[in-house]
């Protein structure tokens, strides 16, 4: 479909042979996101399966939901959401303009579909002033069109407010920088979050999981509630390297008051009292003190 180069990295879109209509974006050979432009609830990760079943329940069935999408890639999530709540406000940061273009111009989204994209480092966009009052978590229309993209439009820093439910997948390549993992990140997404709004944290470890816990142990200080949800067995010490989802609120939980959400092989999942064990005495990571996520090339993951 595509092959791009940025920074001296290679991106490539890929349909794939076995089953036509499902394509592949990669990064340096690593994979980001699979679509299936011809059913987009069909998902092909684990992780992204368990944060769907959390936008299920984040609203009434097929009612709007203000998503936010911090890191686009090929806009797996966003498709989903479109697919399950046609027309629900969504806004995409993303870092990489020509990379968001060169999907949406391979991989168009649907008709109507109400997306639009911040170009920017997601930390920045972030940090930029709130406005003085909270708008309704409903934003304004679209702005006129970006590119090939005819239900795309651009949007301001001012248009991040009052998410129901925030995706946070800030992947440089395979690592993601402590500087959208530290505390004063958290604060500034919990910030431009509705009351009861949901964050999800998609991560990349192993046992003994020290970054996720740190993550934990650091979105507990931002947010009332916080479960960990990983397909891996947690005291598996020769387990393999995978994707570790956290889900903050301020509110209950969904997938810990209805843990059916997730789903049969049903994920291990860490709440309450079990998260508490599971961090034990992993610090909180701040912008002095943060650290990046582990390299999956390390050969401490063989």
Do not use: C
Request: proline content about 8%; charged content about 20%; aromatic content about 6%.
């Amino acid at each position: 479909m595509f092959s791009l180069l940025l920074d001296n990295r290679k991106a490539k879109l890929m349909q794939s042979r076995r089953r036509p209509g499902r394509y592949e974006l990669s990064v340096d050979g690593i994979a980001q996101s699979v679509v299936s432009m011809t059913d987009p609830t069909e998902l092909e990760y684990a992780y992204t399966q368990h944060v769907a079943r959390a936008m299920d329940a984040a609203a009434e069935p097929g009612a709007p939901l203000f998503t936010v999408h911090l890191g686009a890639g090929a806009l797996t999530l966003a498709r989903y959401v479109e697919a399950t709540r046609a027309g629900s406000p969504q806004l995409v940061v993303e870092f990489e303009p020509a990379l968001y273009a060169a999907v949406i111009a391979a991989l168009p989204l649907p008709s109507g579909a109400d997306l639009r994209v911040i170009f920017g480092d997601a930390r920045a966009v972030a940090d930029a002033d709130l406005p003085d009052e909270k708008r309704s978590s409903v934003p304004s229309p679209p702005s006129p069109a970006l590119g090939a993209a005819a239900s795309a439009g651009t949007a301001v820093d001012t248009d991040w407010v009052d998410a129901r439910f925030t995706v946070v997948d800030l992947w440089d390549a395979a690592v993601i920088r402590h500087r959208v993992a530290s505390q004063e990140f958290y604060r500034r997404v919990a910030a431009r979050s509705a009351a009861g709004g949901v964050v999800a944290v998609n991560l990349l470890d192993g046992h003994p999981f020290e970054y996720s816990r740190r993550q934990a142990a650091t979105l507990r200080t931002v947010f009332d509630h916080v479960a960990v949800v990983l397909d891996a067995e947690p005291d598996d010490g020769e387990g393999p390297l995978g994707n570790v989802v956290i889900f903050a609120s301020d509110e209950p939980l969904s997938i810990v008051t209805t843990p059916d959400l997730l789903g049969s092989p049903r994920p291990h999942m860490l709440h309450d009292g079990s998260l508490t064990s599971w961090i034990a005495e992993a610090r909180i990571m701040t912008d002095a003190d943060g650290t990046d996520s582990p390299d999956p090339d390390d050969p401490i993951w063989g």
